[in-house]
């Protein structure tokens, strides 16, 4: 079992920065890839960044260039640092851990980006 706890978010105007946190407990040696989706209302939940155990990168196109993904080596932190934000970032961020073949989730955290 992965306990997930993200942090971080809030309100923030266009063009402003944010960074989240996502603290693991619990069985964390198996962490494989970590990441952040998030999901605005109406919405699917969408991947934004993926951070491998080899600490190789992904972002969705949107975001990239903006955002930027880590982790720490003991496999207890994950972080997602958001700059330039606009206002369509505005969602619900969650952090996930994929440990095998089961992912594990936080509860989320708000950001909006408005004026």
């Known amino acids: 079992q992965v306990q997930l706890v993200e942090s971080g978010g809030g309100l923030v105007q266009p063009g402003g920065s944010l960074r989240l946190s996502c603290a693991a407990s619990?069985?964390?040696?198996?962490?494989?890839?970590m990441g952040w989706l998030r999901q605005a209302p109406g919405k699917e939940r969408e991947l934004v960044a993926e951070?491998?155990?080899?600490?190789?990168?992904n972002y969705r196109e949107s975001v990239k260039g903006r955002f930027t993904i880590s982790r720490n080596n003991a496999n207890s932190a994950v972080y997602l640092q958001m700059s330039s934000l606009k206002p369509e970032d505005t969602a619900v961020y969650y952090c996930?851990?994929?440990?095998?073949?089961?992912?594990?989730w936080g509860q989320g955290t708000q950001v909006t980006v408005s004026s």
């Open positions: 996930y851990a994929a440990v095998s073949v089961k992912n594990y």
């Open positions: 951070i491998s155990n080899l600490r190789r990168t």
């Open positions: 619990g069985s964390i040696f198996n962490i494989n890839s």
